[in-house]
């Protein structure tokens, strides 16, 4: 028959905690659930009261459905449930069973019951205020809480009261149970950090999100205030910057890594070794040990101290040994990284390119890759290394001395640690407040700065300067938050310091009072303690640290997150270009969903045809130029390239084929040599000097005091436009494209600079394929076929004269860029004024013969010419050009 005995075993009070080499089964059994239960109903009350007045319940749609979070709850009943199994063990295994198992079994069966209902709760209600993401506070202390008590059954692993002997069968199914119960709390600990049966974003952002534009619904960079905790993603974030860490390539600075790693080691080693040394010093002192003995062992000790480094902040000869070969390990990371993310940036989308705010994007990354430099450093060799410091003191206190001490010490950390996580958590927000004032003020400079011919037309100087004070007083807000903040933590670490030193000391003291232990045990004690609060003092800044880096890093990571919209498809391959033949067939495109650009267009461009598209504004003909690039994939139809779907080959290789001369050609901030070069990397600087010969800017190089040397400044703004349309002209030249696009390429010239880049031209588009897009008509009149492009659908189709004969709508644009000067002209000044231009356009058409030709017909000196030019074109016959001129009209 099963009798109820004492309390606990043997009689034995319950203030006896320690026996036995080991924790009292029955103080142990009656704390940790007093503790628990404690935290669940105490805490949970207060939580159920909250959500009772201020909270809502959440529509089911928006709570996600997850086997995770049926994995908690099966968890939390299984460890409401093992107290009772432990204890019909007990009955069955036992004549004897004591008050605290069944204590035990009645507070851990009700802590669980009620972590079950809290979960239950949280998943289903949230808070009107509702900010954050992830499980409440208490739930999370709950678990952690449980699960660090399963851990302190490694301080009783010499102690025969418990089952690590493995003695008999009760003690198997002990250990069994207690594995159980350890592997239980440790998955939901860890699933409670993931959160998984709670909603990814913050409730109220989920039902107040609105359906936006997709062009505009993807910021650039996402609003700091919805963020979730910094450490979300964790693990990807390490991995990502963990494979640039390791040199998978470089023998001698994987052989670095391994090396710092054994020195981090070392340091472990020699931190143990130190106090226990000056232990030694003085107890030798005290006993008056023989010269010699103490001789050796203050030598021993000074040599120790110089490996570890004295003082708080000072560093060791191990210490900087570790950070001076750790330093290329550092910089290739950095590298890594740094060009790894230049690569992305060049990867994406031209959609994004053209959402993108400059400033905002280099300084995000700007920060980012500084904050690698340190990141990794601090997590490899100050968090790991502190958190084994601890657990080294625990254990080494714990069998030294007594589990109070190592109690102390436990407690002590796990307040440290988690008032130092909780505080830091909620000063995160700052942090990232202060980086988006900081994005915007710097934006905001470089926008105005990129723009200052603007600001000095309108005399905005004092404008722009109030607003860059604006940003600058938001940032100064925002950054008083985060010093303010970090004061108040500094603080609370400090008071839980203090009191775990004092209260350790105490214990110490009463001990040597008492006999119990020596003066150089309180020596020990304290040097060690002290020793091990250095790096935990740091601990804070460190954790501070890498929270900051990881917020720094945050808009970094999202431009590592940018999907490239145009992506090559796996196994293409390269194109063959043969003859330059292009086909637009059925061609459905827009730029934003529900919005069509395009509408069914098709034409075909055959090899060595000039192409013309022309029509008002937004039509569609610069968006057709940019699928041709493939910058984007078309909705509908196909482009192909000699018979090539553009989709299906290189990007590379697409692009290589074609040369573009834009509007608006900006250079890069170089010399006039490196910027024609960046047509062919690899040319020469004779086949630099023979592009630029071609492109008839030579000689206006030469006049330059510096020639070819000379800075073109930023976007090339030194130089005049037809200076700049003459030198992307000259890059085109040498690329030597097959497939030739001039958008807009001259109408921002004067006459006389565009006849001169006209001529360029010619020479450059012989025997080539090119597409031409021009408002100003005059300049496309001899095209092989010109496109009417109006609302996105090809609306008219055919040469000059069939189109001027058909008199639809290039017959009214024809005539409306002919009638421009203000004013008109009556019936008898138009027949003089036609007479009269006649006679100049066939001066300059001989002249043009003189020079050489060219492939457009150059615009007369009055509007009126360009009538007469209409007239003269519509009976000339189409020059000889080697290109088959059949086209048909739409």
């Known amino acids: 028959m099963v009798v109820l005995q004492s309390y606990c075993e043997g009689n034995e009070s319950l203030a006896q905690?320690?026996?036995?080499?080991?924790?009292?089964?029955?103080?142990?059994?009656?704390?940790?659930?007093?503790?628990?239960?404690?935290?669940?109903?105490?805490?949970?009350?207060?939580?159920?009261?909250?959500?009772?007045?201020?909270?809502?319940?959440?529509?089911p749609k928006y709570i996600p459905r997850s086997r995770l979070y049926h994995l908690q709850v099966l968890l939390s009943v299984l460890l409401a449930l093992l107290p009772f199994i432990t204890f019909l063990w007990q009955m069955l295994g036992m004549q004897q069973l004591y008050g605290y198992m069944v204590l035990y079994a009645c507070l851990s069966a009700v802590g669980w019951a009620g972590s079950v209902g809290l979960l239950h709760l949280e998943r289903t209600r949230v808070m009107a205020q509702d900010?954050?993401?992830?499980?409440?506070?208490?739930?999370?202390?709950?678990?952690?809480?449980?699960?660090?008590?399963?851990?302190?059954?490694?301080?009783?692993?010499?102690?025969?009261?418990?089952?690590?002997?493995?003695?008999?069968?009760?003690?198997?199914?002990?250990?069994?149970?207690?594995?159980?119960?350890?592997?239980?709390?440790?998955?939901?600990?860890?699933?409670?950090?993931?959160?998984?049966?709670?909603?990814?974003?913050?409730?109220?952002?989920?039902?107040?999100?609105?359906?936006?534009?997709?062009?505009?619904?993807?910021?650039?960079?996402?609003?700091?205030?919805?963020?979730?905790?910094?450490?979300?993603d964790f693990g990807r974030k390490m991995r990502?910057?963990?494979?640039?860490?390791?040199?998978?390539?470089?023998?001698?600075?994987?052989?670095?890594?391994?090396?710092?790693?054994?020195?981090?080691?070392?340091?472990?080693?020699?931190?143990?070794?130190?106090?226990?040394?000056?232990?030694?010093?003085?107890?030798?002192?005290?006993?008056?040990?023989?010269?010699?003995?103490?001789?050796?062992?203050v030598c021993i000790y000074v040599a120790l101290k110089f490996l570890q480094g004295g003082g708080a902040g000072?560093?060791?000869?191990?210490?900087?040994?570790?950070?001076?070969?750790?330093?290329?390990?550092?910089?290739?990371?950095?590298?890594?990284?740094?060009?790894?993310?230049?690569?992305?940036?060049?990867?994406?989308?031209?959609?994004?390119?053209?959402?993108?705010?400059?400033?905002?994007?280099?300084?995000?990354?700007?920060?980012?890759?500084?904050?690698?430099?340190?990141?990794?450093?601090y997590i490899v060799f100050s968090i790991f290394p502190t958190v084994a410091d601890i657990i080294i003191a625990i254990v080494y206190f714990t069998s030294i001395f007594s589990a109070w001490f190592g109690l102390i010490i436990f407690l002590?950390?796990?307040?440290?640690?988690?008032?130092?996580?909780?505080?830091?958590?909620?000063?995160?927000?700052?942090?990232?407040?202060?980086n988006t004032c900081d994005n915007a003020a710097k934006s905001r400079a470089i926008d105005s700065l990129l723009n200052f011919e603007t600001v000095k037309y309108y005399n905005a100087e004092n404008y722009e300067a109030r607003r860059f004070n604006d940003s600058i007083v938001k940032y100064q807000d925002s950054e008083w938050k985060v010093n303010a903040s970090l004061a108040l933590l500094n603080q609370t670490q400090n008071l839980v310091i203090g009191l775990g030193l004092l209260t350790g000391s105490l214990l110490c003291a009463y001990y040597v009072t008492k006999k119990k232990l020596q003066v150089g045990d309180y020596v020990l004690f304290g040097t060690y303690i002290i020793q091990l609060y250095t790096p935990l003092n740091w601990f804070g800044t460190y954790y501070r640290m890498i929270q900051s880096a990881f917020v720094d890093m945050e808009n970094m990571f999202e431009l590592f997150n940018e999907e490239q919209e145009v992506k090559d498809?796996?196994?293409?391959?390269?194109?063959?270009?043969?003859?330059?033949?292009?086909?637009?067939?059925?061609?459905?495109?827009?730029?934003v969903d529900g919005r069509e650009i395009l509408h069914d267009v098709s034409f075909t461009v055959m090899p060595g045809q000039t192409v013309a598209l022309v029509g008002p504004t937004g039509s569609g003909k610069t968006t057709i130029l940019r699928?041709?690039?493939?910058?984007?994939?078309?909705?509908?139809?196909?482009?192909?390239?000699?018979?090539?779907?553009?989709?299906?080959v290189k990007q590379v290789s697409l692009r290589s084929h074609i040369g573009v001369v834009p509007q608006d050609t900006v250079l890069f901030n170089d010399t006039i040599r490196n910027n024609i070069r960046y047509g062919r990397i690899d040319a020469t600087n004779e086949e630099v000097i023979e592009a630029a010969i071609t492109a008839n800017i030579h000689e206006r190089i030469l006049t330059f005091p510096d020639g070819y040397d000379t800075q073109v400044g930023e976007r090339g703004l030194k130089l005049s436009g037809g200076e700049k349309q003459r030198v992307a002209i000259a890059r085109t030249i040498l690329k030597n494209p097959q497939i030739i696009i001039f958008d807009e390429a001259t109408s921002a010239l004067d006459t006389k600079t565009e006849r001169i880049i006209q001529a360029s031209l010619a020479k450059v588009c012989a025997n080539r394929t090119t597409i031409i897009v021009a408002h100003r008509l005059s300049t496309v009149v001899k095209a092989d076929q010109i496109l009417v492009i109006r609302e996105g659908r090809v609306v008219e189709r055919g040469r000059h004269e069939q189109l001027m004969r058909k008199g639809g709508m290039y017959s009214d644009m024809w005539l409306q860029q002919g009638s421009e000067k203000p004013g008109g002209l009556d019936v008898e000044s138009k027949e003089s004024a036609e007479t009269e231009n006649k006679a100049q356009s066939k001066e300059n058409t001989e002249a043009e013969s003189k020079e050489g030709g060219t492939i457009y017909n150059q615009p007369a000196s009055s509007e009126a010419a360009a009538e007469s030019t209409a007239e003269s074109a519509s009976t000339a016959s189409h020059p000889s050009t080697g290109r088959s001129t059949a086209t048909s009209e739409s």
């Open 240 to 297: 990502l910057l963990t494979k640039y860490m390791w040199p998978g390539r470089n023998l001698l600075l994987q052989s670095l890594v391994i090396f710092c790693l054994m020195l981090m080691g070392l340091e472990r080693a020699i931190n143990v070794f130190v106090p226990i040394y000056y232990k030694n010093i003085v107890n030798e002192l005290t006993a008056g040990a023989a010269w010699r003995i103490l001789l050796q062992t």
């Open 569 to 591: 498809e796996p196994g293409a391959g390269d194109l063959r270009l043969l003859a330059g033949r292009m086909e637009f067939e059925n061609i459905h495109f827009g730029y």
């Open 314 to 377: 000072s560093t060791g000869f191990i210490s900087n040994l570790r950070s001076f070969f750790w330093i290329r390990v550092q910089q290739f990371t950095s590298r890594e990284v740094q060009v790894q993310l230049f690569r992305h940036l060049h990867g994406l989308s031209l959609r994004w390119h053209l959402e993108r705010k400059t400033g905002e994007v280099l300084r995000s990354i700007d920060r980012g890759t500084s904050s690698i430099n340190s990141l990794l450093s």
């Open 131 to 232: 900010r954050i993401r992830g499980h409440g506070a208490i739930l999370l202390l709950y678990w952690a809480l449980a699960f660090a008590a399963e851990n302190l059954a490694f301080i009783s692993w010499n102690s025969p009261l418990w089952w690590w002997g493995l003695e008999d069968t009760n003690q198997k199914v002990q250990l069994s149970l207690w594995l159980l119960r350890y592997i239980s709390t440790f998955f939901l600990f860890t699933l409670g950090i993931k959160a998984p049966g709670l909603p990814r974003k913050p409730y109220m952002l989920l039902i107040n999100e609105d359906e936006r534009d997709v062009e505009n619904s993807q910021p650039l960079l996402s609003d700091a205030r919805h963020r979730p905790s910094t450490w979300k």
């Open 627 to 648: 699928l041709l690039f493939r910058f984007y994939d078309v909705w509908g139809g196909c482009i192909r390239i000699d018979g090539q779907d553009i989709s299906k």
């Open 412 to 434: 002590c950390m796990i307040l440290y640690l988690a008032l130092t996580i909780i505080l830091t958590e909620w000063r995160t927000k700052y942090r990232r407040e202060m």
């Open 17 to 59: 905690a320690w026996t036995q080499q080991g924790l009292c089964p029955c103080f142990y059994f009656t704390l940790v659930p007093a503790v628990l239960l404690s935290v669940c109903l105490l805490l949970g009350a207060l939580q159920y009261a909250c959500y009772a007045r201020f909270s809502r319940t959440m529509e």
